[in-house]
């Protein structure tokens, strides 16, 4: 790869969002993206959205509507971009590897080059994850590491390594049919780094940082929908860049429609969680979205990712459908069950005890001081299936932790499950029957079989009064209040 392409040049200055479309547009039509001018340019716009935000006097709060996008210059991209072109090749010496794909000594070695240049100050900051910040800053995020070494490698034109991302961790896979892994980047706090090591099948089996061998195995157009998805529009932890939002949410539609998004569940999780902020017209609604994701899980992964069901579980959380949430978190569960958990695993951890011992408890007293106003029956402390998926959310966590090395559950967890267990009115309690998982039924509670067979007919009663009872619910409520900003990850990267 030499310096920019003419027709790469004629897009510049940027003066607006469209411009930056056009760009993008310009570079997927491509085989070959270029991931080192896209890295820089969203990097370069993000600081001056974000980070470096031109502080408005009062005179210019007087046009507040008017749009603050950053004028772009070539020379300002031009620079940067040579810097990181120069720095790649010279300090790899193509010569000593004549072969057509990467050997895991160049992988190492590319990390290397990488990794000498990153200032040892603390990496979980926002806004680490560019180039820009790699070639201004000296500083990079763990996702950071793993695509410049990828960008790197296309400078180098290797077209074998590509970028391989669990739902918390990056590294490469590379070779002849791209059968090679390797570590390239860290992993949390206080792990050592295993840059160099292959990812063997004992370090994936059962564990979610390596999605059990289901890792979202990215081309170069997945990559450049990687740094679109990890565009970070916060500018504090309570405040978006509108514009930065805006083109994020722009940008991810373009790799959308062009199909890039197919396989790849975070990226339609991040979607979903902007439409939900501001709604593109004539575009499907959240819950379609994030849908999407899950489907894309299944087809794509078996059914191993985690994080598409707590997208669509926080935003039922967000929007009160509180049995949907309950569904969804348990679907979360049930996908989370068939890891062990381990050390590397904190930040689904964190999700989950976020859920079990402060969204549902906030969720169950919410609706028990809404019993009070509404006909008790439509709420979910007298809805079975939610009981049903209560116990499912739990049963997975308890399914999840054993054989695991490290424990999951602890008291608060206990404590926080027979809160929320008491606010479930008792005869939906006894309205459930649980079937084990060889089909073995048990009744919650031991009763001759005549008396079973009358409490199944309580059951299909009750199911019918539930659906009815619910469609007239339905028929009352329409829209939902707007859900407040997002807490989405983007803070932490
Ligand atoms: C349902 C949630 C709690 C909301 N946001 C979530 N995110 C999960 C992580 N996010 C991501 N979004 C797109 N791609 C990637 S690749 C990756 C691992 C990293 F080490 F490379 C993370 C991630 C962004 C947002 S999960």
Request: with cysteine; charged share 25%.
């Amino acid at each position: 790869m030499a310096g920019l392409r003419e027709i790469e040049k004629q897009f510049f200055p940027l003066q607006k969002i469209q411009d930056v479309i056009d760009l993008f547009k310009n570079e997927l039509k491509d085989n070959e993206p270029n991931l080192t001018l896209m890295s820089i340019v969203l990097g370069v716009i993000e600081n001056i959205l974000t980070v470096n935000r031109a502080v408005s006097s009062d005179a210019d709060k007087s046009n507040t509507l008017e749009p603050i996008f950053p004028v772009i210059e070539l020379s300002t991209i031009e620079a940067l971009y040579t810097k990181f072109v120069t720095h790649i090749k010279r300090s790899v010496d193509k010569t000593k590897f004549p072969d057509k794909f990467a050997t895991r000594e160049l992988v190492k070695i590319v990390s290397d080059v990488v990794w000498c240049c990153l200032s040892k100050s603390f990496k979980d900051r926002a806004h680490l994850q560019s180039l820009y910040s790699f070639l201004t800053g000296n500083k990079l995020d763990c996702f950071g590491v793993a695509f410049a070494v990828v960008a790197a490698f296309q400078i180098l034109e290797y077209n074998d390594v590509h970028l391989s991302l669990s739902e918390d961790h990056a590294w490469v896979v590379f070779g002849e049919d791209l059968k090679e892994t390797a570590e390239v980047t860290w992993h949390g706090k206080g792990n050592e780094d295993k840059r160099g090591q292959p990812i063997t099948a004992s370090v994936v089996e059962k564990s979610w940082l390596y999605l059990n061998g289901q890792p979202v195995i990215c081309n170069r157009h997945m990559e450049v929908a990687a740094i679109v998805s990890g565009i970070n529009p916060s500018i504090n932890l309570t405040v978006d860049s509108v514009e930065m939002g805006s083109l994020q949410q722009e940008l991810l539609w373009l790799l959308y429609d062009l199909g890039h998004l197919s396989k790849y569940p975070m990226a339609l999780g991040n979607l979903g969680d902007l439409e939900e902020i501001s709604p593109t017209p004539g575009r499907p609604p959240p819950v379609d979205i994030f849908e999407e994701s899950i489907e894309s899980s299944k087809v794509h992964y078996h059914n191993q990712h985690v994080y598409p069901y707590t997208y669509l579980g926080g935003y039922h959380y967000r929007n009160h459908n509180y049995k949907k949430a309950l569904k969804a978190w348990a679907e979360a569960t049930n996908a989370v069950k068939n890891f062990n958990y381990n050390r590397e695993d904190e930040e689904i951890y964190k999700e989950f005890l976020e859920v079990g011992n402060d969204l549902i408890p906030t969720m169950m007293k919410h609706v028990a001081s809404e019993n009070a106003s509404r006909i008790h029956q439509t709420s979910i402390s007298y809805d079975p299936d939610c009981y049903a998926d209560f116990l499912r959310f739990y049963d997975g966590i308890c399914e999840w932790e054993e054989d695991s090395k490290t424990p999951v559950l602890h008291i608060t967890w206990a404590k926080q499950l027979v809160n929320s267990l008491a606010k479930f009115d008792p005869t939906v309690r006894k309205l459930i029957h649980l079937i084990s998982e060889d089909g073995e039924e048990s009744s919650s509670s031991s009763e001759s079989d005549e008396e079973s067979e009358e409490e199944r007919e309580i059951i299909q009663d009750e199911n019918r009064n539930q659906k009815k009872k619910v469609k007239a619910k339905k028929g009352k409520t329409h829209d939902k209040d707007k859900s407040d900003k997002i807490n989405g990850k983007a803070e932490d990267s």
